[in-house]
Structure formats: C-alpha cells, structure tokens
C-alpha cells in the first residue's frame, strides 16, 4: 500500500529565520539528523506522497531535496511540508536562493504538487520564462513599474529613482524633458522610444498628439546627433586628409633635430 513515508521521530520545531545550528550532542541535533537522514533515504529512493497523507506533521524531508537545500531549509525554519507549501516564493528565495527553489520545484512536481502561483517576475528570475515572452497592456497611465519586461530592472528602477512613474511621464513634451531621458543612454532611449511608438499605434485622439510630438522630439535629437557625429569626422579627415596617424614627438622636445642642424 502507498502510504505517506516518514521517519519515525518527526522534526517539528518551528525555528525562526536564521537561526545559526545548535550546539553537538543536543536533542535539536538529532532532531537536525534525523531529517537530514530521511531527506537522504528519500532522494536515493523517490516514493509518491499520497494527497490525502500530507499534513502539518510531513516533513519536508519526504521531497529528497539537495543537502544544500534541506540544510538552507532547516536553518530558515522550513521543516515541514505544509509550511514550506505556504511559504511565498520571495521569502524562499532570501533564505534558500534560486537553486535550492530549482530543486523544490523539480522535487514537487514529482510529487504533484506546487509552491504557491508563480508570478511572472518570479519565473523569470527562475529562468522559466523569458522576458520578451511576457505579455504587457500598456497605456499612458501604466505604471513604469509594471514594464520590467519591456525595460529591464535596472533601467526600470532607474526611471522611478528619476520620478518617472507613469508612461505619460516618458513622452517628452519639450527639450527640457527630453534632456532628462536622454541622460539615461542612447540604448535606455531607443528603449523608450520603441515603447512610445507601439503605443502610438493603438493610442486615440486624445493622446495620439501628446505621443506623436514626443517621438519627433526623440527623432530630431537622434538625428541631431548623428549629424554631429558626421561633421566631427569629416573635421578630421580635412585636418588630416591622408589618414595616417600623427607622428610622436621625439623624447629630446620637437626642436631638438633643428637645434642640431643649425650647430
């Protein structure tokens, strides 16, 4: 019959987060062994958990995680199942890291179970989905926040530290405001500006105007560039029309060979 395996001393101490591993030879050192000893019984030979069979007494143990994981487990405080189902994943992930949640995930959908629902910043951060598939509605009274997937952590968090929290608040209205997003780099721009235009596409009359002048101030900035970038080429080249690289001057000082003609 398939039953709910578990050792026949149960760990139930509900240990607080961080909680550095008791001394040797006390009874929260058999307690830790005999969870360590099971997890290892468990992972060398996988048995399925009947549904009806996990209550607050399972240990976590019966998954057969890693030793690194039931040991982060442990000292977090994680020592039952059910505690750890009830755990949100960003808790887990301060106290275990992306690893040991990799190993969880792996473990429980042998066991089909689940943590509690992924959101999609958490399985992105797991490696389970890329960011480019991530769905995302946008409009001008979006938050700045709610497009990671459009911009990246970093320069979304960067926008907000600039007080840009809103999407209306990244089209540009004139060259002061302008100014601001362009100090973030030509790639967080063209960043911008890609989101601006799609949703330009979609935008009705009312905010179509407010987007439409915000992409021309970014167009005629970028093209404003490139034209200085060419002129100060071409500079160069009629300074030095043959292309080669100037010559050093000698470590004597540049007059040191006329000084010795006119002697």
Not at 54 to 78: C, M, N, W
Not at 149 to 156: D, I, Q, S, V
Not at 206 to 227: F, K, T
């Amino acid at each position: 019959m398939d039953v709910n395996p578990r050792p026949s001393q149960v760990p139930t101490l509900n240990r607080g987060h961080g909680t550095p591993l008791p001394a040797s030879g006390t009874p929260a050192v058999a307690e830790r062994d005999v969870l360590y000893r099971d997890n290892l019984e468990h992972r060398q030979h996988p048995r399925k958990l009947r549904q009806d069979d996990i209550d607050t007494s399972t240990p976590v143990s019966v998954l057969g995680l890693e030793q690194i994981t039931i040991s982060r487990l442990y000292r977090a405080g994680h020592v039952s199942l059910r505690q750890l189902l009830n755990t949100s994943v960003e808790d887990l992930w301060r106290s275990i890291g992306r690893h040991g949640i990799t190993d969880i995930l792996r473990q429980l959908e042998f066991q089909g179970l689940a943590l509690q629902p992924l959101n999609d910043y958490e399985r992105w951060r797991l490696g389970l989905i890329d960011r480019s598939g991530i769905q995302v509605d946008i409009t001008l009274d979006s938050q700045v926040a709610d497009l990671w997937p459009k911009f990246g952590p970093a320069l979304t968090d960067l926008l907000q530290k600039r007080g840009l929290h809103r999407v209306a608040d990244l089209a540009p209205r004139d060259e002061s405001e302008l100014l601001v997003l362009y100090r973030l780099g030509k790639s967080n721009l063209r960043k911008i500006h890609d989101v601006l235009e799609d949703l330009s596409h979609r935008a009705d009359n009312q905010h179509l105007a407010r987007l439409r002048r915000a992409l021309q101030l970014i167009a005629a900035r970028s093209e404003g560039r490139r034209a200085e970038t060419c002129a100060d080429s071409s500079d160069r080249n009629l300074t030095n029309p043959t292309g080669d690289m100037p010559r050093k001057a000698s470590a004597s000082g540049p007059g040191f060979g006329e000084q010795d003609a006119e002697r």
